[in-house]
């Protein structure tokens, strides 16, 4: 495996602080002697992330684990507050400005929530070719004929360019935000949530058109979902967070068959599946605790069927389990396999 | 056979706009057996929540159920005064909304609003309906319910908030509770503990119960009987098993094929073409006709309702060969 050439892109122990600042009156009240102080989120905390060229990585969790705020990290949307991020390789903040430019274009978004991420009072001709044109990828008078390529390339028709987004159904607007991505020739899409809210049968549409564009474009994805089987359709990779941190990744396959952190089989026994009659569902107990004050050692401890005295203290580190199986969890150390 | 809880016969609810009249529900009749949970699966539009709204008589206008009859008990709901459907929500039937917020009233404390509730329809003590809202919130599984009676909504997370919704729907021990994807903003841990909750719930209580979602996989789990909806019909219908493992409708298969499920991993998924069609114009005969890869041109005209066998029910002409599903 040490003659796999540099991932298209890494993050090096990015962490992810959000810190809310005192006000005036708590800095005042400070200097009185109260005890204010400043709260930090900790989103997302020392992850490591590296994805080659042509692969799938999805990542799983629930709402508040910091998948978001990764993606966010991985397409540059966010700067990492301890970390680094590498393109083919290089660290990206490194290289010169024009070459910084280059990789953000080669790094696209695609949101969840497409009525907040297309700009109301634009045409879709404009939404989808305004960048390029910016960029000098074409000229004005190109857009029109570029952006109807682009529409082509997602199964929408060129008579849809002079309409705004509200003219349009949710799947279309979905289609349309992949287009926008795809008009600056990305390499790398960072898709968060992007199917989740639509239709089941829009949903199987969209996520088939991922999988062509992915064919015809060359193109690596991260795949960030709250839904296992959409990510386990999708993936090659597989990356589970919890409280910020990763707590297992591994090939697909192998993480749904061989399960090895509590949470993650927590997770995967409460998929509702289509094959699953009659279940009574027997949940784990609680909720994901706030970020503002995760408990000490293992963040998931406190709902852990399986929790160890030691769980309390110790943070449990990554490790390679089995072969590219990666997992954090005190009970690998107890009872090697 | 015991009698069931509710039947609703032919009902048909119709929005009466300046553009057209969108026939959001046509022609839907079912019923649901004490202690029962019935699956009501479709995507947007397919008028699965209007359907809700119609039997709890909240549809407004330009809405309007224009036929059909709502049995409760025997009891029909269409031919209510609004004065005697008050007396019925809340009491007899409950309703569970997707986002808790729309049952909770952010500026009230918790034991404000379920004492509220417990004594609009019966005249008990407020300590009386202190206990009572204090069981229920203990019912749905919250921890330290007498802490919790004193907080506001905005200090819940949203899979609290939704258990407290639910527990106010539990207050009056109601016969029927109708649940509008109340577990879709929730994440999957949060949502199992919720469904275990309405399952015991149901089998303890033999409040029947009317589960609305897009999500097949939940329905799969929860649900004896299963209605699927496209475009204001109910196009099938039958128990779970029987659905599920032979679906006679295309439009079933096809949104059974569009769940990305174990096994099938990087292929294509089977999609249906196209997108549900427009209510408001929507075109002659099946409406699933544009999408379907079996219409022919006897598809022109509405298919009936048929009892394809003991059990099921079905709107098509040419259903799927038992022998197609895997």
């Known amino acids: 495996m040490s003659t796999l050439p540099a991932p298209l892109l890494e993050l090096r122990g990015v962490s992810k602080r959000f810190v809310r600042a005192l006000d005036t009156a708590a800095k005042l009240a400070k200097l009185l002697g109260a005890s204010a102080k400043e709260e930090t989120v900790r989103a997302v905390d020392a992850v490591d992330l590296a994805v080659q060229a042509g692969e799938v990585v999805g990542l799983v969790g629930e709402s508040g684990c910091g998948k978001s705020t990764l993606g966010r990290l991985a397409a540059g949307l966010l700067a990492p507050s301890v970390g680094t991020r590498l393109w083919r390789g290089e660290e990206i903040v490194l290289l010169p400005a024009t070459a910084q430019r280059d990789v953000r274009l080669k790094i696209q978004m695609i949101f969840q929530d497409s009525y907040a991420s297309l700009n109301p009072r634009m045409r879709v001709t404009d939404i989808v070719g305004e960048a390029p044109v910016v960029h000098g990828m074409i000229k004005q008078r190109e857009q029109h004929e570029y952006a109807t390529q682009m529409l082509a390339h997602v199964g929408l028709d060129a008579s849809l360019l002079e309409r705004f987004p509200h003219q349009f159904s949710g799947g279309q607007r979905a289609r349309v935000g992949i287009a926008r991505a795809l008009a600056v020739k990305p390499e790398f899409l960072v898709c968060d949530e992007a199917v989740a809210a639509l239709d089941v049968s829009i949903q199987a549409q969209v996520l088939n058109l991922f999988m062509q564009l992915r ?41 749904f068959a061989r399960t090895n952190h509590p949470y993650t089989k927590a997770l995967l026994a409460e998929v509702p599946r289509l094959d699953a009659r009659k279940k009574s569902f027997v949940a784990i107990q609680g909720e994901i605790p706030s970020p503002l004050d995760p408990p000490h050692g ?40 | 056979m015991t009698e069931p809880t509710l039947r609703v016969e032919n009902l048909h609810t119709h929005f009466f706009t300046r553009q057209g009249v969108v026939k959001a529900v ?80 952010p500026v009230l404390r918790i034991d ?9 329809h019966t005249s008990v003590s407020r300590v009386v309906a202190r206990e009572r809202a204090r069981d229920a919130l203990a019912q749905v599984g919250i921890s330290a319910p007498e802490e919790r009676l004193l907080a506001y909504p905005h200090q819940f997370s949203g899979g609290m908030r939704q258990r407290v919704a639910i527990a106010i729907a539990l207050l009056n021990k109601p016969e029927l509770i109708i649940a509008d994807e ?37 329905i799969a789990g929860l649900a004896d009987e299963i209605c699927v909806m496209y475009a204001g019909r109910i196009v099938e219908q039958g128990t779970v098993d029987a659905v599920l493992d032979a679906p006679l409708h295309p439009y079933t298969h096809g949104l059974i094929d569009s769940v990305p499920s174990r096994g099938r991993r990087g292929e294509p998924l089977r999609q249906i073409p196209g997108m549900a069609p427009s209510l408001l114009d929507p075109a002659q005969g099946c409406a699933f006709r544009e999408r379907c890869s079996r219409a022919d041109s006897a598809c022109i005209d509405q298919p009936a309702l048929s009892i394809p066998i003991a059990g099921r029910q079905l709107r098509c002409f040419h259903p799927m060969p038992s022998a197609a599903i895997a």
């Open chain 1, 215 to 255: 064919e015809k474009f060359d193109l690596t994805y991260l795949f960030i979902s709250h839904d296992m089987g959409v990510v386990q359709h999708v993936s090659d990779r597989v990356f589970v967070m919890y409280l910020g941190r990763v707590i297992e990744n591994a090939p697909t396959a192998e993480i």
């Open chain 1, 298 to 337: 293992c963040h998931f401890h406190p709902r852990c069927p399986q929790v160890m005295p030691r769980c309390r203290i110790d943070q449990p580190v990554l490790r390679e389990i089995a072969p590219l199986h990666f997992s954090a969890c005190h009970l690998n150390d107890a009872a090697p396999s």
């Open chain 2, 26 to 105: 046509e022609d839907v009749s079912f019923s649901v057996a004490p202690g029962k949970i019935l699956g009501l699966v479709g995507e947007s539009g397919s008028g699965k929540s209007v359907t809700g709204y119609s039997i709890m008589g909240l549809v407004d206008p330009p809405g309007r159920r224009v036929a059909g009859r709502i049995l409760l008990g025997g009891d029909d709901l269409c031919a209510m005064t609004s004065e005697q459907m008050r007396s019925v929500r809340g009491r007899r039937i409950a309703m569970i909304f997707q986002d808790p917020m729309m049952t909770l009233n």
């Open chain 2, 112 to 120: 404000t609003q379920m004492i509220e509730a417990i004594r609009a």
């Open chain 2, 182 to 218: 109340p577990t879709t903003a929730l994440d999957v841990t949060i949502q199992a503990q919720i469904l275990f909750e309405m399952q015991t719930l149901a089998r303890d209580s033999g409040t029947a119960l009317i589960w609305i979602t897009h999500d097949l996989s939940v």
